[in-house]
């Protein structure tokens, strides 16, 4: 059963305000409103790099007047073993204890090749794992202050997304692959 109504000409017109209204709050609520949600979210995240990037510049700004100090390394800061092997697998023992003292996951750990740099051959290995910013600002601290010395290069740093997804509240997490290359002497072998 239909029954016939009649709305007339200023019911239409303000029922197709009122669609209109309805049309455009449903646009926002579904579209806008996450994408400005998502926004935030990400300055959010881009503020928290942005602090976690200046600390880590503030260190290397004081290390770099005693960097600039010990240009040449003394005997008791350069390596010695037998072979460079030996000293890859030592520095690959002293980088997998103070990343676990800092709570970083190491994804992998490959020996480079041997070099010659600042009038030292070098034995150097290839070093992969995610943590926070400020996890790998300590390791690095440490390896620096560590001695024998120990070289950083090729330092490359990138956004890290667990598996499982970033929970809220947690600090953004970064993958790190970077060489880390130990000055040595070789010694003979005692007959």
């Known amino acids: ?7 007339g000409k200023r019911g239409s017109r303000w029922a197709a305000f ?6 455009i709050i449903l646009f926002c609520t ?12 990400l300055n959010d995240e881009i503020e928290t790099a942005r602090k976690q990037l ?4 503030i260190i290397i700004e004081r290390n770099k007047d005693r960097q600039a100090q010990r240009a040449i ?13 030996v000293i890859s697998a030592k ?9 676990a003292q800092n709570n970083i996951s190491l994804i992998s750990i490959s020996q480079t090749q041997t070099r010659y740099s600042d009038k030292f051959l070098t034995s150097g290995l290839v070093i992969e794992g995610h943590g926070e910013m400020a996890e790998f600002v300590d390791l690095f601290t440490a390896l620096e202050a560590s001695r024998p010395l120990l070289f950083l290069d ?3 740093v990138r956004q890290y997304q667990p598996p499982s997804g970033l929970k809220s509240g947690e600090r953004l997490p970064i993958a790190v692959r970077f060489e880390l ?5 070789t010694e003979a072998k005692a007959r």
Do not use: C, F
Not at 1 to 7: A, C, G, R, W
Not at 73 to 85: F, H, L, T, V, Y
């Open 54 to 57: 200046g600390r880590l510049e």
């Open 181 to 185: 290359h130990a000055p040595y002497r």
């Open 1 to 7: 059963m239909n029954l016939p109504v009649s709305i």
């Open 91 to 99: 520095v690959q023992e002293q980088v997998q204890s103070v990343s």
């Open 30 to 41: 579904t579209i806008i409103a996450p994408l400005v949600s998502a926004q935030l979210e």
């Open 73 to 85: 390394p003394i005997k008791d800061d350069i390596w010695g073993a037998e072979s460079p092997a």
């Open 154 to 156: 090729k330092l490359k």
């Open 18 to 23: 009122a669609i209109l209204i309805g049309l």
